[in-house]
């Protein structure tokens, strides 16, 4: 017994010093993080007297090769570091005539959200916290956007990527029952159907799910770049005659090329008559239903068994911020949730391993999960739905501008129909215009001037412009067309292909 309680006091002392991450003095410390917090407001405040991007200096990128320091720095030190070397070379989709992929801007309101959140370091796997009720009632909110039943469930992922590789998994459940977690695919010969257009992170979620990339059928598109409903017909039905079993079908709420949107209320009833789960990519176009006007152009989507998308792009919300939404709330819980679960996650009656079941652990695949949902709490607490509904709908706006401006200069031709917000066209070379183009599209990027990326249409290379933006404006369009004419025709004099 002496001997145990000297050494309890040995103990003892050796944790008498202090140890802890905190700041040794916080005033210091909130003088470092105010002007932190300044700088990147006036960061976002001042974007537009910016570059889009920058290319990084090999002299820049060789200082992060430096080895893992063992001992720190003064956090003043390190802020000085990262405003010379990291943030005059990030991706620039903050900056208005960011255009070349579907990113949001972010909003200074979301910085604050994403800001209180890491500050409270919440763990939303489960338990009985307010943090979950903030998740639960994002989710709710956007259920009765979309017109969900009060049935609905969702989770807030990284993005949806993530989501539709989640829904795959739903819907092989939905189709094979609970028994599948266990025995696996085995030899049930499942398929799926996308168009040609569908995003390459669908055929990606077939793959990790198990079934292979094989397993998805790509069926052609018609002349406006929507899912042709005659093909998919035609390939579910010969499919079951070669002993298939098709169980889902991807629809597109605004394709990554164009923006074209699929018949999603005739895919939804083809679905119901099929006995096929019925998904929605919703990740360029669905919260447009924000939008009163753009709305109708979305009709079928109420009648999904579950959508992914994106806060992080139309919404405005800094990434992450992806969600998904399922129909039946008790067929994701039936995909995910586990009676077998360690003595140390065991739910209790009362306590903090209580509250509501299910737990966003039993509705998807992770268990450390963080605070995403409190940065688009405070966004549509802080803005609007009205407003952000309305930022949505003046992008596609700010598309027709740009679509006429470019059918009025004939060294530049409109591609596709601009359905939503995403343009697509290319300047004239003489020749090899397809490889002009796509230099093309690096000379805009390294002018700093805008960025564009480029996509294939009809086996064209094509610039594509994307305007998620919210604080992109008429005088931007003009910039990014004046931009591309004046370095086209200086490529075109170059390479003899005016």
């Not at 105010?34 to 974007?47: A, K």
């Not at 903090?352 to 992770?366: I, Q, T």
Request: hydrophobic share 40%.
């Amino acid at each position: 017994m002496l001997l145990t309680q000297k050494k309890l006091v040995e103990l003892a002392r050796s944790l008498e010093d202090r140890t802890d991450l905190d700041p040794s003095d916080w005033s210091a410390f909130r003088e470092d993080a105010h002007r932190i917090l300044n700088d990147m407001l006036d960061y976002v405040e001042g974007i537009r007297h910016r570059p889009v991007w920058s290319k990084m200096p090999n002299e820049i990128r060789k200082a992060f090769h430096a080895p893992l320091p063992g001992s720190g720095r003064e956090l003043s030190t390190i802020h000085t570091e990262f405003m010379d070397t990291v943030l005059p070379y990030t991706v620039g989709n903050v900056h208005p005539r960011f255009m070349g992929w579907v990113h949001g801007g972010g909003t200074a309101v979301g910085m604050v959200g994403e800001m209180v959140a890491a500050g409270l370091n919440a763990n939303l796997g489960g338990r009985d916290h307010a943090p979950i009720e903030v998740e639960r009632q994002v989710v709710r909110w956007i259920a009765d956007l979309f017109h969900f039943p009060a049935t609905a469930t969702g989770l807030l992922v990284t993005g949806t990527s993530i989501a539709n590789f989640i829904a795959v998994l739903i819907a092989r459940v939905a189709t094979l029952g609970a028994e599948v977690r266990r025995t696996g695919i085995g030899s049930h010969a499942l398929v799926a159907y996308a168009s040609t257009a569908i995003h390459n992170c669908v055929p990606k979620a077939l793959d990790m799910a198990g079934f292979g990339t094989d397993a998805l059928r790509l069926i052609q598109v018609d002349e406006s770049g929507r899912i042709d409903l005659i093909a998919l017909a035609d390939t579910v039905t010969r499919d079951r005659n070669l002993g298939y079993r098709p169980f889902l079908v991807v629809g597109s709420a605004g394709t990554v090329n164009t923006g074209a949107i699929d018949d999603l209320l005739e895919l939804s009833r083809f679905c119901r008559r099929e006995g096929l789960w019925f998904h929605i990519d919703g990740a360029i176009g669905a919260l447009g239903m924000l939008s009163p006007t753009l709305r109708p152009r979305f009709s079928g989507l109420e009648q999904a068994d579950s959508i992914a998308f994106d806060f992080h792009k139309w919404g405005q919300i800094p990434y992450d911020a992806g969600c998904l939404l399922v129909r039946d709330g008790a067929t994701q819980e039936c995909a995910f949730a586990t009676d077998a679960a360690a003595a140390y996650l065991r739910r209790e009656s009362r306590g903090l391993a209580g509250g509501e079941a299910p737990w966003p652990c039993d509705l998807g695949p992770d268990l450390s999960r963080g605070f995403r949902a409190l940065k688009v709490w405070y966004s549509f607490q802080a803005l609007g739905a009205d407003r952000l509904g309305a930022a949505i709908e003046r992008t596609c706006t700010l598309a027709q501008y740009l679509s006429l401006r470019i059918e009025l200069e004939t060294d530049l031709e409109h591609m596709t129909p601009t359905t939503l917000n995403i343009v697509c066209f290319r300047y004239r070379f003489s020749c090899d215009g397809n490889r002009q183009n796509a230099e093309l599209a690096a000379d805009i990027q390294e002018s700093g001037r805008a960025v564009l990326s480029t996509t294939k249409i009809g086996g064209n290379t094509v610039l594509r412009c994307a305007i998620v933006n919210h604080r992109s404006r008429v005088e931007d369009m003009d910039i990014l067309v004046d931009t591309v004419l004046v370095l086209g025709r200086q490529r075109a004099a170059e390479t003899g292909s005016a």
